[in-house]
């Protein structure tokens, strides 16, 4: 396996499948195949999603909400999406457990590194949900967060795209694809991947990013026995 240890981010949007709002059950448990298949292989998996699909804290500022008051609705849509996900995987027979970083004790348990990597050890896909449980971060901070706490090999960032392109393949026919690229060339061509704040602390800690298109069948299951899936973000 090219990767022991990934943290997969998957974006709240991904889980609506062809709705426009909500949890699409076909879309997630396709997810959750997708995950078994390379938990059966011996891949430690830890997942982070946003909660797009429900709710958009950053949205709400100019609609007369309080920032911080919506920050804190779009982690408690996280949680909502991990509940779901832990749900499929459970059901696709995958030990799975979710932590928070907003304490709820009945439905999930708060986030503690050392117990996160322990249930990564023993085989459990490890979900986090809440984000970093503080207002004005995003879930790709918090998925590079607990991917450098957990000692992941990599962050896996699964889109609707199939890589890294020079412009937005969906407006420009002509965008060029990079199968790899490091960090330094992201910054000069000013390449929007994930908010800065992640994409530096990725950098800072020498953590790679892939980004691939999640929803190919056995995309994730290839990349991990060492095909050249989406494109690679390294030094």
């Not at 911080?68 to 849509?77: E, N």
């Not at 967060?145 to 699964?158: F, M």
């Not at 960090?183 to 992640?198: C, H, P, Q, R, S």
Request: contains cysteine; aromatic residues 6%; charged residues 25%.
């Amino acid at each position: 396996m090219k990767y022991k240890r990934i943290l997969l981010k998957l974006s709240g949007e991904a889980l609506m499948g062809e709705k426009q709002f909500g949890i699409d059950t076909e879309k997630l448990s396709s997810y959750a195949n997708e995950i078994k298949n390379v938990v059966d292989l011996g891949v430690e998996v830890a997942v982070v999603i946003g909660g797009g699909n429900i709710f958009r804290g950053v949205q709400v500022e100019g609609e007369g909400l309080d920032r911080v008051q919506g920050d804190y609705m779009g982690m408690l849509a996280t949680i909502i999406n991990g509940m779901a996900l832990q749900s499929a995987l459970e059901k696709a027979e995958v030990e799975t457990r979710l932590l928070t970083a907003i304490k709820m004790e009945q439905i999930a348990e708060p986030f503690i590194r050392r117990r996160s990597m322990r249930h990564l050890q023993k085989g459990r896909v490890v979900i986090f949900g809440g984000g970093t449980g503080n207002p004005y971060f995003t879930t790709d901070t918090a998925a590079t967060l607990r991917a450098i706490e957990i000692e992941a090999d990599v962050i896996l960032k699964g889109t609707r795209v199939d890589g890294i392109y020079s412009a937005d393949p969906e407006k420009d026919k002509s965008a060029i694809k990079y199968d790899n690229i490091s960090f330094k060339e992201v910054y000069e061509k000013g390449l929007n991947i994930m908010d800065m704040t992640a994409f530096t602390l990725c950098n800072e800690n020498k953590l790679p990013i892939v980004v691939f298109d999640i929803n190919k069948k056995q995309n994730l299951l290839k990349m991990l026995q060492g095909e050249s899936i989406g494109t690679l973000v390294n030094f």
